[in-house]
C-alpha cells in the first residue's frame, strides 16, 4: 500500500510539473505571437500589419481543421495502450495519426493555395494574395509536427511540446522583423513585404519539426517491431483517433472564427464606404486587438490549472467541488481582468505612441482595449463549458457569435467606420459571456458574486480615473514614445497599487485569499 501511495503520489507530481512547464511555454509562446506585431507595425507600417492581420486568422481556421485535435486525440490513445504494454498499438496509432495529419494538412494547402486569388478577393484585394499563397506552404508541416507532440504527451513528457512551441515562435518571429526590416530598407511594396514576412511561419514550423524528429529518433529506442500496418489498420484506428479529434477541433476553432470574420466582414463594408485605404485602417483596428491578445493570455494562463480540476470533479459526481472551482475561476478572472481593461483604455494615447509611434486610431483602441474584460471572460467561460464536456454547446454559441458579429460588423463599419468593428467586437464578446454563463449555470449553479463584481469595476473605474486625470492637462498626443513608455510604466504602478489597496480596503477581495494567490504565482 505504501508503494502505491509513492506510485501515486510521483504520477501527480508528474502531471502538476508537466501543466505547469506546458502553460509556462504556452504563455511565452502567445506573447511572442502577439506582441511581435508591435515591431512588425514600427518597421512596415499600418498597411503591412492591416494584410498580415487579415490573412493569418484564415490561416489559423485552415490549420485548427487540418490539425483537427489529433495531438490530444493520440497523446490520450498512447496513454493507454502504455498502461497495456502494448509497442504494437503504439506504432499504428503514431503511423495512422502522421498519415492523418499529412493527408489533412495536404489537402488545406491545395485548398488555400489554389483558391488563393478569390479568397484574397474576400479578404482585402488582390494584395493578399501573395501572403495568402506562401503562408498556406505551413499547412504542409505543422499538422506532422502535432504527431510529434502529441506521441510524448501520450508518454507524459510535456517538455518536447513546450520547448517546440517556444522554438517556433521565436524562430517565426525573428524572421518576420528581418524580413521586413530587409525588404523595407530595400523599398519593397507594401504586399510583398506582407507576403516576405508570411515565410516565418513555415519555417518557424520546420524549425520545430526537425527538434522533435530528432527528440523522437533517440526516444524511440525500441526493437524493430513488425507491426502488421495493413489499410484496415489504417480506417480502423483513423475513425478512433477523429471521434475521440473532431470535437477538440471544434473546440479550438471557436476563437479563430471570431478574428476570421473581421478579415471577411470589416473590409466588405469599408468597401461600401470610400474603399479607400482598407489594408491602413484595418492595420489601426489591429492595433488594439494584438494587445488584447496579450491581455487575455495573461488572464488566461491565471485560470489554466483549474479547468483539469473542474472535469475531474464532474467526473466524480462532485457538483460542490466543481461549483467551488466555477467560482474560484470567475472571481480571480473578474479581479483581473477588469483592471487591464480600464487601465489600458484610459492609457489608451500613451501606449499607442509607445508602442506604435503615434496616435491615429486611438479611439478605436481603447473600445478594443475595453472589449478584453468580455474577452477574458468569454475564453474562461468557453473553456469551463469544454472542461464540462459540453464542446458542443460551447461552438454553437461561438458561431451563433460569429453570425451575430458579421451582421453587426458589416452594419455599424458602414455607418462608424473602423470604429465600428471596434464596438462590434466589445458586444459580440459581451453576448459569449452571457450565453456561456447562462448555459454552465443551468448545469452547475453557481453565485455569480455580483456584488463583488460591481465593487471590482468601481475600484478599477477610480484606478482609470486617477491614471488617466492628469492626461487632461497637458499635450499627451504630442509626446515622444521615452515619454509616454515612462507614463505609462509609472501609472501602471500606481494604478496597481490604488485597484489592489482598494478593493481589499473595501472587502471585494479576501486577504487571505490575495495573499495565497500571489504566493502561488510567485
Not at 507595425?41 to 484564415?58: E, K, R, T
Not at 518536447?160 to 517556433?168: C, D, G, L
Not at 478605436?364 to 471572460?377: C, D, K, P
Not at 484606478?463 to 515612462?486: E, K, N, T
Amino acid at each position: 500500500m505504501e508503494r502505491e501511495g509513492c506510485e501515486r503520489k510521483m504520477k501527480n507530481q508528474t502531471f502538476i510539473k508537466g501543466t505547469f512547464i506546458l502553460t509556462i511555454a504556452t504563455f511565452v509562446s502567445k506573447v511572442l505571437g502577439s506582441i511581435f506585431r508591435i515591431p512588425l507595425q514600427n518597421i512596415a507600417g499600418d498597411a503591412v500589419l492591416g494584410i498580415f492581420s487579415l490573412v493569418y486568422p484564415l490561416y489559423m481556421v485552415a490549420l485548427i481543421l487540418s490539425v483537427a485535435g489529433i495531438p490530444i486525440a493520440i497523446s490520450k490513445l498512447i496513454s493507454e495502450a502504455r498502461a497495456q504494454n502494448n509497442a504494437e498499438e503504439i506504432e499504428r496509432i503514431f503511423r495512422t495519426a502522421s498519415l492523418l495529419a499529412l493527408s489533412f494538412g495536404f489537402l488545406s494547402f491545395v485548398v488555400l493555395f489554389g483558391a488563393a486569388r478569390p479568397i484574397a478577393e474576400w479578404l482585402g484585394g488582390e494584395q493578399t494574395r501573395l501572403s495568402i499563397m506562401i503562408v498556406s506552404t505551413t499547412l504542409l508541416i505543422s499538422p506532422y509536427m502535432a504527431v510529434y507532440r502529441g506521441f510524448f504527451q501520450g508518454y507524459e513528457d510535456m517538455r518536447p511540446t513546450a520547448v517546440s512551441q517556444v522554438i517556433e515562435q521565436f524562430v517565426r518571429v525573428v524572421l518576420i522583423l528581418a524580413i521586413a526590416y530587409y525588404m523595407v530598407g530595400h523599398h519593397y511594396a507594401d504586399d510583398l513585404i506582407a507576403g516576405g514576412v508570411m515565410l516565418g511561419s513555415p519555417l518557424g514550423a520546420l524549425a520545430s519539426l526537425v527538434y522533435l524528429r530528432f527528440l523522437y529518433v533517440r526516444f524511440v529506442k525500441k526493437e524493430k517491431n513488425k507491426t502488421d500496418y495493413r489499410l484496415q489498420t489504417f480506417w480502423e484506428t483513423g475513425k478512433t483517433i477523429l471521434s475521440i479529434s473532431i470535437p477538440i477541433a471544434i473546440g479550438a476553432l471557436s476563437m479563430a472564427l471570431f478574428n476570421l470574420v473581421d478579415s471577411v466582414s470589416v473590409p466588405l463594408a469599408l468597401k461600401w464606404g470610400d474603399g479607400e485605404n482598407v489594408n491602413y485602417l484595418f492595420g489601426l483596428y489591429s492595433r488594439g486587438t494584438s494587445l488584447v491578445q496579450i491581455a487575455t493570455v495573461f488572464s488566461s494562463s491565471i485560470v489554466l490549472p483549474l479547468i483539469p480540476l473542474l472535469s475531474k470533479h464532474l467526473a466524480n459526481h462532485d457538483e460542490q467541488r466543481a461549483r467551488e472551482v466555477i467560482e474560484q475561476s470567475y472571481e480571480w478572472n473578474h479581479f483581473i481582468s477588469w483592471p487591464i481593461a480600464f487601465g489600458a483604455a484610459a492609457l489608451t494615447v500613451p501606449i499607442n505612441i509607445a508602442l506604435f509611434t503615434n496616435a491615429e486610431g486611438s479611439v478605436v483602441m481603447a473600445i478594443v482595449l475595453f472589449s478584453s474584460g468580455f474577452t477574458s471572460l468569454a475564453l474562461l467561460s468557453t473553456g469551463i463549458l469544454q472542461g464540462m464536456n459540453e464542446s458542443k454547446k460551447a461552438a454553437a454559441f461561438i458561431l451563433v457569435g460569429c453570425a451575430v458579429k458579421f451582421a453587426m460588423n458589416v452594419l455599424l463599419v458602414s455607418l462608424y467606420g473602423i470604429m465600428g468593428a471596434a464596438i462590434s467586437t466589445l458586444l459580440v464578446y459581451a453576448l459569449l459571456f452571457i450565453l456561456n454563463t447562462y448555459s454552465i449555470r443551468k448545469s452547475v449553479f453557481f453565485s455569480l458574486r455580483m456584488r463583488s463584481v460591481a465593487t471590482l469595476a468601481f475600484c478599477a473605474t477610480v484606478m482609470a480615473l486617477v491614471i488617466a486625470c492628469p492626461l487632461a492637462f497637458v499635450h499627451a498626443q504630442q509626446w515622444g514614445r521615452f515619454a509616454s513608455l515612462m507614463y505609462v510604466a509609472a501609472a501602471t504602478l500606481i494604478g496597481a497599487g490604488v485597484y489592489v489597496g482598494l478593493a481589499l480596503w473595501l472587502g471585494a477581495v479576501n486577504m487571505d485569499k490575495f495573499r495565497s494567490m500571489v504566493r502561488k504565482k510567485l
